[in-house]
């Protein structure tokens, strides 16, 4: 029913097309700081698409990391680890600040507060409610796109206010969605390449994310702590949104090491 709903809803957002995605919450689109709901501005990209090898790239995103890489485990009281690979030379300065503020500890402590099954689950708040949070440099900053890069199932995202708003800050998601043949069949009616949609049903994800995210890691281990995560008892907001857990989801602390 979950996947009907969001079908729905993306069928009228992304009726323009690939050119102009869009994507809000299951309820109503969220205003807060963290939100990683925006319009992603995607003119002039299209033929860009058309000239990746998206399968070859998915791969390469999927790939386990190699010997001597930089790794990230999270590890989640009562849950468990999740293992990450970073994409530094795509988004170095996404990489930076996460890797800085977990060296420093500013993880230590804070919750996923904001999860949702077949999306994300959202965490790096200090505040814990979603609207604190700052970059290593105090200034937010801009969103670094690869197309090479796709929001699949476990993929490491900054979460911000909107594309181009300089609002990235300390804030991230891991998407956890899996394959929705409904899904598939809107973004394929709305013009998205097939090679990237074929990834889509290989590696699952949210791809109404796509270009409009920075994607600067990817889960290697630890998928099924995510999902745990994402299934946990939620109270339902103000606004209708059930993503807050009913239960603090604690980050014990992320240790920065190598592979």
């Not at 999740?82 to 993880?107: L, M, Q, R, W």
């Not at 009616?189 to 097939?194: D, I």
Request: proline residues 3%; aromatic residues 10%; hydrophobic residues 35%.
């Amino acid at each position: 029913m979950k996947n009907k709903i969001i079908a729905v809803i993306v069928a009228v957002l992304i009726i323009a097309g690939i050119a102009g995605l869009v994507y809000i919450s299951i309820q109503k689109e969220d205003t807060k700081s963290d939100s990683t709901s925006k319009t992603s501005n995607t003119t002039g990209k299209k033929s860009e698409q058309n000239k990746l090898d998206f399968k070859k790239s998915a791969e390469k995103q999927m790939a386990k990391p190699e010997s001597g890489e930089t790794i990230a485990t999270i590890k989640v009281k009562n849950f468990g680890d999740i293992k990450i690979k970073f994409f530094e030379e795509s988004a170095p300065k996404a990489v930076e600040n996460f890797i800085t503020h977990a060296k420093d500890g500013y993880y230590d402590g804070t919750t996923f507060h904001r999860v949702m099954e077949e999306f994300m689950i959202q965490g790096g708040d200090p505040e814990g409610n979603g609207t604190g949070g700052e970059s290593i440099w105090g200034n937010g900053f801009e969103e670094e796109i690869d197309l090479n890069l796709v929001p699949y199932r476990g993929a490491l995202c900054m979460a911000s206010r909107g594309t181009g708003t300089k609002s990235i800050g300390s804030q991230f998601f891991i998407v956890q969605a899996n394959y929705s043949d409904d899904m598939g069949n809107i973004l394929k009616q709305n013009g998205y390449p097939e090679d990237l949609l074929e990834q889509y049903k290989n590696y699952g994800g949210y791809l109404s994310l796509y270009m409009g995210y920075t994607v600067f890691g990817q889960v290697f281990e630890g998928m099924d702590v995510v999902d745990k995560i994402a299934k946990v008892e939620k109270n339902i907001s103000s606004t209708g949104e059930e993503s807050e857990p009913k239960e603090p989801v604690v980050v014990e602390t992320i240790e920065i090491t190598e592979n």
